[in-house]
T-cell receptor, first 113, second 113 residues
Framework: AQSVAQPEDQVNVAEGNPLTVKCTYSVSGNPYLFWYVQYPNRGLQFLLKYITGDNLVKGSYGFEAEFNKSQTSFHLKKPSALVSDSALYFCAVREHSSYKLIFGSGTRLLVRP | DVKVTQSSRYLVKRTGEKVFLECVQDMDHENMFWYRQDPGLGLRLIYFSYDVKMKEKGDIPEGYSVSREKKERFSLILESASTNQTSMYLC????????????FGPGTRLTVT
């Protein structure tokens, strides 16, 4: 069965430092992979997606993610964190033959000044 | 700009009441989804619809029903609200034309007392 794992409930980083939010997946076939961000009391906002092509995907607000097929990972990264990046981040995967997304449990990112 | 709207941001209902949550999208998307979000549990799919009048159960359909009479509107119904249905409810829509990326509404925080 398809699944998504976000192994860290919370990630803490200092402003200006690089950040990584981890995501691993299990799915049959070629995956469609997504990252979303959620600010307090808001819906989810799309950040970026991997469908095919270059393994490094660039998205909104300076975020990027690297697709690694051998490690079945899709980690979210940013070279220099901002306090305003503090939010809840969700990784999701769509199985190739489905229109549903499977979401991870979410990782709370806290960027301290 | 794509838009998914939900009828209420905050809602307070009494146990046993029938509750209607409305979701409207203006993107002509085929697929629509209802999730509930609870701390530590991530997003859980309640119901989804891939066409007008078509619906499928998600992971936690018990206590809920849905209606999709028009393409742009997807309603979630709590037949008899209970306190364990207090949660954040998120609506989303997607289309194969956008690689099934889901667009989310702002959410409805429902409290059942």
């Amino acid at each position: 069965a398809q699944s998504v794992a976000q192994p860290e409930d919370q990630v803490n980083v200092a402003e200006g430092n690089p950040l990584t939010v981890k995501c691993t997946y299990s799915v049959s076939g070629n995956p469609y992979l997504f990252w979303y961000v959620q600010y307090p009391n808001r819906g989810l906002q799309f950040l970026l997606k991997y469908i095919t092509g270059d393994n490094l995907v660039k998205g909104s607000y300076g975020f990027e993610a690297e697709f690694n097929k051998s490690q079945t990972s899709f980690h979210l990264k940013k070279p220099s964190a901002l306090v305003s990046d503090s939010a809840l981040y969700f990784c999701a995967v769509r199985e190739h033959s489905s229109y549903k997304l499977i979401f991870g449990s979410g990782t709370r990112l806290l960027v301290r000044p | 700009d794509v838009k998914v709207t939900q009828s209420s941001r905050y809602l307070v209902k009494r146990t046993g009441e029938k509750v209607f949550l409305e979701c409207v999208q203006d993107m002509d998307h085929e697929n629509m989804f209802w999730y509930r979000q609870d701390p530590g549990l991530g997003l859980r799919l309640i119901y989804f619809s891939y066409d007008v009048k078509m619906k499928e159960k998600g992971d936690i359909p018990e206590g809920y029903s849905v209606s999709r009479e028009k393409k742009e509107r997807f309603s979630l119904i709590l037949e008899s609200a209970s306190t364990n249905q207090t949660s954040m409810y998120l609506c989303a829509s997607s289309s194969p034309l956008s690689s099934y990326e889901q667009y989310f509404g702002p959410g409805t925080r429902l409290t059942v007392t």
